[in-house]
């Protein structure tokens, strides 16, 4: 099993910016990758950005455009969302997830084995 804990969501203002961290526990080492889905209300859950867990280049959905960097720490067992510039529409609740698999698509939800409870990000205008 693997457990994943989403923090560092808050309440900024648009321009700002947020780091989320997702600390990721038990069997660790079976990981393939991980990455982040955002989801607004009345809206279905959305790809943001993924990272393998061991090598290759970070995917990133459209709409980051620059403002946000997906990162890893391999030896803390940590996962990061670097986010800049952030607007109104990136209101969301954010959710860490991991696969097991790297022959599926990173941007589909249906593809991640483990998702954490998630975590709040709110933009006001």
């Known amino acids: 099993q693997v457990q994943l804990v989403e923090s560092g969501g808050g309440l900024v203002q648009t321009g700002g910016s947020l780091r989320l961290s997702c600390a990721a526990s038990?069997?660790?080492?079976?990981?393939?990758?991980m990455g982040w889905f955002r989801q607004a209300p009345g809206k279905e859950r959305e790809f943001v950005a993924a990272i393998a867990w061991t090598a290759g280049t970070p995917n990133y959905a459209d709409f980051v455009k620059g403002r946000f960097t997906i990162s890893r720490d391999n030896a803390k067992n940590t996962l990061y969302l670097q986010m800049y510039s952030l607007k109104p529409e990136d209101t969301a609740v954010y959710y860490c997830?991991?696969?097991?698999?790297?022959?599926?698509?990173?941007?589909?939800?249906?593809?991640?084995?483990?998702w954490g409870q998630g975590t709040q990000v709110t933009v006001s205008s």
């Open positions: 997830a991991a696969r097991l698999t790297g022959y599926v698509s990173p941007y589909s939800s249906s593809s991640y084995d483990y």
């Open positions: 038990g069997r660790v080492f079976s990981m393939y990758a």
